[in-house]
């Protein structure tokens, strides 16, 4: 092996002592080998990453797939509930649920209405997120205070379908990703069929059927107005604010979505849900 050195106009050849020769080739296999083991030991990782992007879109197409069929197809339970049975199987404290569906046409507009007037007057505008009650709970989180308001009624959809109850950053926003879903594929009419269908009014009755029959002795279609604002004022503490026994705190939201009511000009206020 000769090894040539160029120095200006001078060229220089260099025999080296074969025992360097075979030094310089054990080390270039050396590291060779070192690479090759560690690229072993990186390709499962390497792998998982090549798969990991996939995830998050597969979960998105599941998820376009499960809100279309709910689009025509009544759910039967949701995360909540489901929560709640399985818990209720192994703590006898944890009453199960009760819940019938009840179709949009044999709920009384009254519901409709005082559900609306409780929890988001802004439904028939936005898209699925409040932009003005996101921001303004937003800035009280970050004050060091507790605003309500943030959530519309179809992030309560998808939250309540879909997702948990604690509360985080991931889950606001897989709320978020998924209210924007449910108002592109399905009609506000369908949002809030569901919603009256899923929100919890008392410690195990989910659903404006089951609430109205176990906690007032009617059918959703019997409701009045005073009826329709109680079922509501127990929506935000549905474990603690009773309908059957209504405490002074419940009457004074009951009065208040009554007056919300008439302020949205009553049930001709659901003109938009025909449209």
């Not at 000769?2 to 075979?22: C, D, E, H, Q, Y």
């Not at 792998?47 to 039967?76: A, G, N």
């Not at 997120?129 to 303004?136: C, E, L, P, Q, Y």
């Amino acid at each position: 092996m000769t090894i040539t050195v160029k120095i200006g106009a001078i060229r220089l050849s260099v025999n080296p002592p074969v025992s360097f020769v075979m030094t310089v080739s054990l080390r270039q296999q050396t590291v060779l080998h070192t690479v090759h083991r560690q690229g072993q030991r990186l390709k499962p990782y390497l792998c998982w990453l090549h798969w990991l992007w996939r995830i998050p879109l597969l979960l998105l197409v599941l998820s376009v797939v499960i809100i279309l069929f709910w689009r025509v197809v009544p759910p039967e339970s949701s995360a909540f509930m489901l929560r709640q049975n399985i818990t209720a199987h192994f703590d006898e404290s944890v009453p199960a649920v009760r819940q019938e569906w009840v179709d949009y046409e044999d709920i009384s507009p009254q519901m409709v209405l005082a559900v609306i007037a409780a929890e988001d007057q802004r439904f028939p505008e936005h898209y699925g997120i409040d932009t003005a009650s996101t921001r303004k709970a937003i800035q009280a989180a970050l004050q060091g205070r507790v605003a309500g308001g943030g959530s519309t009624i179809t992030q309560q959809v998808a939250k309540n379908l879909f997702l948990w109850s604690e509360r985080s950053y991931v889950r606001k926003g897989l709320e978020w990703v998924l209210a924007l879903l449910l108002e592109l594929l399905w009609d506000k009419q369908r949002i809030i069929e569901v919603y009256l269908n899923i929100a919890q009014f008392s410690a195990r009755d989910y659903g404006v059927g089951a609430a109205s029959t176990h906690l007032l002795g009617k059918t959703p279609t019997q409701l009045r107005r005073q009826e329709a604002a109680l079922l509501a004022a127990a929506l935000p503490s549905p474990q603690t604010y009773r309908v059957n026994k209504p405490s002074r705190t419940v009457r004074n939201r009951q009065r208040h979505i009554l007056k919300q009511m008439r302020q949205l000009g009553g049930v001709a206020y659901l003109g938009f849900l025909s449209d």
